[in-house]
């Protein structure tokens, strides 16, 4: 199975400051089709998960441009250039290369 | 309206059987592979099984092979997970949710339905 480690677990920020969470892979998602099999979830506080990148990099419908994705391999991030406060919740990589489909564990980003 | 609705959880003995629900709606609902994914409480989201579009491909996390299975019925437009044996561990939050082969994710979830194992 692949194993994805997130870091931190835990990310306090001062709103309009930036936020970046790593998620490292145990082997390369890269799909043999030439995409990136690495997406990135919100889950708010009360709610069901929802997609914010897909392909490693693209922000799916009505994200906020402040999202970003980026990495390749095995190295990803995910950065929040100014944080709000509607950004709260549980952050979620998830590589869908090959079954199992494997999360991290989560990164929990709070307001200061 | 884009949405799907989970239904049939509740609380069961361990060693019993469950059949959970996912209703489609506002989407062609035979165009998509569809997951399940859960949830225990407090912890984090651990996938649980995969169906094709057509029904003709099934896969599932090693935690539930050989106990749940993943079942579609398009004329229906409704997914299934018919869980059996059932453990203490199996206790989550169950969403269903939708597999976009454009975007190559999970790109609609449902609100999820509870169950819980307990004597």
């Known amino acids: 199975d692949i194993v994805m480690t997130q870091s931190p677990l835990s990310l306090p920020v001062t709103p309009g400051e930036p936020a970046s969470i790593s998620c490292r892979s145990s082997?390369?998602?890269?799909?043999?089709?030439?995409?990136?099999?690495l997406d990135w979830y919100l889950q708010k506080p009360g709610q069901s998960p929802h997609l914010l990148i897909y392909?490693?990099?693209n922000r799916a419908s009505g994200v906020p441009d402040r999202f970003s994705g980026s990495g390749s391999g095995t190295d990803f991030t995910l950065k929040i250039s100014r944080v709000e406060a509607e950004d709260v919740g549980v952050y979620y990589c998830?590589?869908?290369?090959?079954?199992?489909?494997?999360f991290g564990q989560g990164t929990k980003l709070e307001i200061k | 309206q884009v949405q799907l609705v989970e239904s049939g959880g509740g609380v069961v003995q361990p060693g019993r059987s469950l059949r959970l629900s996912c209703a489609a709606s506002g989407f062609t609902f035979n165009n998509y592979g569809m997951h399940w994914v859960r949830q225990a409480p407090g912890k984090g989201l651990e996938w649980v099984a995969l169906i094709w579009y057509d029904g003709s491909n099934k896969y599932y996390a090693d935690s539930v092979r050989g106990r749940f299975t993943i079942s579609r019925d398009n004329s229906k437009n409704t997914l299934y997970l018919q869980m059996s044996s059932l453990r203490g561990e199996d206790t989550a939050v169950y969403s269903c949710?939708?597999?976009?082969?454009?975007?190559?994710?999970?790109?609609?979830w449902g609100q999820g339905t509870m169950v819980t194992v307990s004597s």
């Open positions: 998830m590589q869908g290369l090959q079954t199992p489909y494997t």
């Open positions: 949710a939708r597999y976009s082969a454009t975007y190559h994710a999970l790109d609609l």
């Open positions: 082997q390369s998602l890269l799909h043999s089709d030439g995409y990136i099999s």
């Open positions: 392909s490693g990099s």
